[in-house]
């Protein structure tokens, strides 16, 4: 069984690297951790009074694991979750933040479940999700992994400069779309000209 820590190792290894995509509302980012989480976290990592890029270089992988499951896991209250949600929900929260644990809320409304969609995961949410589960935690993994796909879907669509996250440039499916799916069970995939379809107003 999977442990957080190795959750997290697999989230910095899909997040690669230093980047800083001017298209990218998170800036500056390296492992996934974006130079915004380290301004609020204090993190000085060369000592020189100012958190910029050369902090956002410098953090290591096993900083980014340790944020990660910190505040990224832990703090917001993930393990009080269905087990089968953590690594999707946890993915998402790092990728998304909050808005990982509102897709959650907004699917268990679409459900019948009556729940806040507030980001937090409180005593309603943890006791909802578990009813949720009970028929099948596949299925609700399965469920959550299809709503986030359509998030990004939505975002993409409402912003053209973050199309090349969900399409890639060969017009395939982009990162934001195979990292969805990856939580997805295979029969759930979108076939290429499904994906097509989905894409074809994108131009």
Known sequence: ?????????????????????PDDPGGATNYGVTIHTMRRLGLDL?????????????????????????HYFEKPRISELPVVLHASVFDMYVNAGSQAVKILQRLLREMGFDVAVDGVIGPQTTRVCAQAALPGELALRDAYGVARRNYYFRLADRRPASRKYARSRAGGKGGW???AEEFLSSKYHLSEAQFQERVAAWG
């Open 1 to 21: 069984m999977q442990t957080v820590r190795d959750i997290a190792t697999e989230i910095v290894a899909r997040e690669g690297g230093f980047v800083d995509d």
């Open 46 to 70: 060369t000592g020189d009074g100012q958190i910029d890029t050369r902090d956002v270089r410098a953090l290591s992988k096993q900083q980014a694991i340790d944020i990660f499951v910190r």
């Open 177 to 179: 779309i195979k990292r």
